[in-house]
């Protein structure tokens, strides 16, 4: 036998199937589809409770599987569909198992009803702060820049202003109570 002779024999959708050629294996497919396309189709609907569209995949996924293993099907034993309800079924299957295994998915819609953290509240309360801090003496002021908006012990603050490191924690004290009046005064409230 030459090597572009094409081999055919028997198949169960009816016609012959033909090895070695892309027309041949089409017209299998297409006759594939129109004998057990409808039937199938009913059956998985029932197994995906009247989805249609996850119905219409799962037949795709048949039929394609169908067509990756034309060549292992039984050639004399009937008919494809119980091979093709069976692969359906458990397309299905397979499918609701891995939607068990995945997280719940979460509607988006409910987190845009969440409130979001409110920038101008913050912006408010930073202008705020800030105005009672310039009403400070501006020893006041330095000490509480250093020990609180730099992050400095009251000896790393002493040696940075060069005063006492005993100095720089009353100024602390005192100026913490001055700031807590001005804040008062505008209104915030501890």
Known sequence: MRNDEIVTEEHPVGGKAAHGTGAADEDLMR?????????????????VAGDRQRAED???????????????????????????????????IDDHRSALARPQEVDAAVLEQLPGEDDIERSLRTMTVADALADLSPAHREVLVETFLKGRTAKEAAAELGIPAGTVRSRVFYALRSLRI???????TS
């Open 31 to 47: 006759a594939l589809y129109r004998e057990h396309a409808g039937p199938l189709f009913g059956f998985v609907l029932h197994l």
């Open 58 to 92: 799962v037949v795709q996924e048949t039929l394609v599987r169908a067509w990756r293993n034309i060549h292992r099907l039984d050639s004399h034993g009937g008919s494809l569909r119980p091979w093709l309800v069976t692969v359906a079924r458990r397309i299905v």
């Open 182 to 188: 001005a804040l008062e005064e505008r209104g915030v």
